[in-house]
T-cell receptor
Framework: EDQVTQSPEALRLQEGESSSLNCSYT??????LFWYRQDPGKGPEFLFT???AGEEKEKERLKATLTKKESFLHITAPKPEDSATYLC????????????FGAGTRLFVKA | NAGVTQTPKFQVLKTGQSMTLQCAQD?????MYWYRQDPGMGLRLIYY???????DKGEVPNGYNVSRLNKREFSLRLESAAPSQTSVYFC?????????????FGNGTRLTVT
């Protein structure tokens, strides 16, 4: 059964304090791994898709990386507006059209 | 460009009442989905429609029914609401079934069943 585990559950950072969020996954053949950002009271917003181990994607202060067992979302010099819940999700070859989500990491960045 | 629109935004039901959650997308996407989000459990798939005219069960379908009304609209019905169905419900769409494409979400319906 496909499974996605995110850690930590919550992360509190000072503005400018870089850190990483972890997403561990167990799937029968990875088709794609996704990162989403979710603000309070809103739906998730797509950030990145990663397809194979070694791949990296960047957007402003965010960089996502992928290995065969996990993905990291690196946040460089975060700002208060980066505060949100970050969700990791996977699609597998045996999962059909389904996307399986992790529970998310709540990020708080204090000025 | 509205993207994915869900109505209503909030709803309170009593146990045993029924209701339909509405979802419409204007991106010409083929596939649509209903998820529920509960604290600490992440998003769980209720039902999905890979293309117009087809629907399939997801991870937690019990107590729900769906209708793909046309390419744009996908509704979720609770026939007899239970307190366990208190949750935030998200509708999503993606370009086409079989492709590795991200989901585009609405802003959710917050449902409380008392």
């Amino acid at each position: 059964e496909d499974q996605v585990t995110q850690s930590p559950e919550a992360l509190r950072l000072q503005e400018g304090e870089s850190s990483s969020l972890n997403c561990s996954y167990t799937v029968s053949g990875l088709r794609g791994l996704f990162w989403y950002r979710q603000d309070p009271g809103k739906g998730p917003e797509f950030l990145f898709t990663l397809y194979s181990a070694g791949e990296e994607k960047e957007k402003e202060r965010l960089k996502a990386t992928l290995t065969k067992k996990e993905s990291f979302l690196h946040i460089t010099a975060p700002k208060p507006e980066d505060s949100a819940t970050y969700l990791c999700a996977v699609q597998s070859h045996t999962g059909g059209f389904k996307t399986i989500f992790g529970a998310g990491t709540r990020l708080f960045v204090k000025a | 460009n509205a993207g994915v629109t869900q109505t209503p935004k909030f709803q309170v039901l009593k146990t045993g009442q029924s209701m339909t959650l509405q979802c419409a997308q204007d991106m010409n996407h083929n596939s649509m989905y209903w998820y529920r989000q509960d604290p600490g459990m992440g998003l769980r798939l209720i039902y999905y429609s890979a293309s117009e005219g087809t629907t399939d069960k997801g991870e937690v379908p019990n107590g729900y029914n769906v209708s793909r009304l046309n390419k744009r609209e996908f509704s979720l019905r609770l026939e007899s609401a239970a307190p366990s169905q208190t949750s935030v419900y998200f509708c999503a769409s993606s370009e086409r079934a079989g492709a590795i494409s991200p989901l585009h979400f609405g802003n959710g319906t917050r449902l409380t069943v008392t």
